[in-house]
């Protein structure tokens, strides 16, 4: 009878401890799982904002791209046409002064058309700053 009273006493502190053991980390599990929503939202919300940041860098990217094909299209448009001017004057002129007057109206308008072509690239600003990456925090295991 001795035996049986202490093997069941040994059962129930067994039992018992086992049960505490399984309650312990659940309880455990449902703090972690209660700030996981939290995170998850604030990862979430963070890659939309980043997604949105991407699409307004690429179209700023896209305006800064046909603003330069503008300006340079406008800047080979005025050195084929001070080209133009030029071949035809060359083809009236009769003497070296008149051909090199013509040359050197030929010089400067192309240094004119360079100036302005810069001063429109300028306007332009510096490039557009790309989004900063999203970054996921390393969980620190101690």
């Known amino acids: 009878m001795a035996n049986r009273a202490r ?4 059962a129930t ?14 309880s455990a599990d449902e703090d972690r799982t209660k700030t996981k929503p939290s995170a998850k939202m604030d990862f ?11 699409d307004a860098y690429k179209a700023a990217m896209q305006a800064r791209k046909e603003a330069r094909e503008e ?3 406008a800047f080979k448009n005025a050195i084929r046409k001070a080209t133009s001017d030029a071949k035809i004057a060359l083809m009236s002129a009769t ?14 308008a192309r240094t004119a058309a360079v100036a302005v072509r810069d001063a429109a ?16 925090d390393e969980k620190k295991r101690n």
Do not use: D, H, R, W
Request: proline fraction near 6%; avoid cysteine.
């Open 7 to 10: 093997n069941l006493g040994l």
């Open 13 to 26: 502190l067994i039992s018992a401890a086992l049960t505490f053991s399984l309650i312990s980390p659940a």
């Open 44 to 54: 979430k919300n963070a890659k939309e904002k980043l997604k949105y940041e991407i």
């Open 71 to 73: 300006i340079n299209e």
């Open 95 to 108: 003497t070296a002064e008149q051909k090199m007057i013509i040359m050197n109206s030929l010089k400067n």
């Open 121 to 136: 690239l300028a306007a332009l600003g510096s490039l557009p700053s790309p989004p900063a990456e999203l970054k996921k």
